[in-house]
């Protein structure tokens, strides 16, 4: 008798442990990012702030729920002269930056969007100061804000500039942060009013790397930074 109910006991026992694992299992597969995918009208959502239908055939949307950050790209633009020296471009997303750059190169070598995060009442000048700018003289460097035709509302744009306007960036290397001022190359802040935590740094050099699939009757329609939007 003793022997039967230790057998049931041990059956009970291990049917119980059976569900628990079963119940824990579910549970961390729901939890897990890798098994989460973005609902069908969460991508349907996306393809309509992006317009992806208005691109040209081919062009492709890169969103990073991460960083609430998002553009539209030609992977393999058709104004490309060697394909052979001049790959296709692949996204790489590290830390808190997105990089545009060659397939199969250092994506450090390519473009890049950085994301700061900041104080929502504080504009993004302010934040510029705050950041970047403690322990240098304004004397030497300022922000300044640009004039850039956005082609989305509530966009604003700023980069840290000299004050002394007959020197130019060459001239300047420890009076202002190095990698986030004026350059020869295009380089700039950029915040939407309508998410006011945070900005993002645009690090794009001087060539552009490929359009953003807008069409156009030229080899070469606006650059992919122009699609960059902030959602969240």
Known sequence: MNQQKRFISTVIIAIVVIFAGAAIYTTLIKKSPENTQAPADTQSGLNGIFELNKKEPGTKLYYSEKLGVGFTYVPTPAYIPNPTSNPAFTITEQGNKIYMHATGQNPETGQSIEVFTKDPKISLEQAITDQFLKGYNPADCFVKTYNYEQRFPNYVSAGIAFSDPNNGWWQN????????????????????????????????????????????????????????????
């Open 173 to 232: 290397p420890d009076k202002c942060p190095k990698n986030y001022s004026e350059t020869n190359g295009i380089q700039y802040f950029l915040m939407n009013k309508d998410v006011p935590d945070k900005f993002l740094f645009l690090k794009l050099g001087q060539d552009s790397r490929t359009s953003d699939g807008t069409p156009t009757t030229t080899n070469h329609g606006p650059d992919w930074s122009n699609s960059i939007q902030i959602l969240k």
